[in-house]
């Protein structure tokens, strides 16, 4: 399986390269462009990648003012779980608006009042980023805040899914694919998941795409 992974990298790369090249451009996404990253991700958890395309799109237009019914109609019976994943993403609007509110006040020279998340995120290390957004979203645990984060153009978070924990099992980095059950376990696979990519030379933020496509035969988000 190795070489054929190998082998899908190397066919694969440009294209890979290309949809990283996407992510990175968010780097300076709006307080709503945020909020709509967050969307895509709240919907494709525990679902797929296609799911949070369609959510995300159906929620546009009444995404940043709606209202939980609002949010709650466009979605009815057309995405899986639509009731709880509305709710969690209704509280991550006004959760955002809040702290928009608080880093806007503890600085203010701010060049861009529309870009306040991303810039409090620039400013945060690695492990605090993801914290930050682990800590004060629901919905978000270790992996979908990677997911997120990756997204939003910052390199070097794993998102550790069933493909990924089902690649290293058949690789044998890990012994079993059991999901990581809280943030050390996360971060100890997320080590091993470095390490590989590092043995064979494959960057670790095209090494997520890598094996997602190679599962799925799709390059996504």
């Not at 054929?4 to 709006?30: D, G, V, Y």
């Not at 895509?40 to 929620?59: D, H, P, Q, R, T």
């Not at 090494?207 to 996504?220: A, H, P």
Request: glycine share 4%; charged share 35%; proline share 1%.
């Amino acid at each position: 399986m190795l070489e054929n992974l190998i082998r899908h990298h190397k066919k694969n790369k440009k294209q890979i390269q290309s949809r990283l090249k996407e992510f990175k451009e968010n780097k300076t996404a709006t307080n709503s462009e945020f909020l709509g990253e967050m969307a895509f991700c709240v919907f494709a958890a525990n679902s797929s990648a296609k799911m949070g395309l369609k959510a995300a799109e159906l929620l546009k237009d009444v995404l940043d003012m709606g209202t939980l019914d609002d949010y709650k109609r466009v979605v009815y019976k057309k995405v899986r779980f639509y009731n709880k994943r509305t709710e969690y993403l209704h509280y991550n609007k006004e959760k955002l608006n809040e702290l928009l509110t608080e880093i806007n006040a503890k600085n203010k020279k701010l060049k861009n009042d529309k870009e306040i998340i991303m810039n409090h995120l620039h400013e945060l290390n690695h492990h605090e980023r993801r914290l930050f957004i682990k800590e004060n979203f629901k919905g978000f645990g270790m992996k979908e805040s990677s997911h997120l984060l990756r997204n939003l153009g910052y390199e070097g978070y794993c998102i550790i899914d069933k493909h990924v924990l089902n690649t290293l099992k058949e690789l044998n980095v890990l012994k079993n694919n059991i999901p990581p059950k809280n943030e050390k376990e996360y971060i100890a696979i997320e080590k091993k998941l470095i390490a590989f990519a590092k043995e064979h030379n494959i960057n670790i933020d095209e090494l997520d795409l890598v094996i997602w496509s190679y599962k799925t035969g799709e390059i996504l988000k």
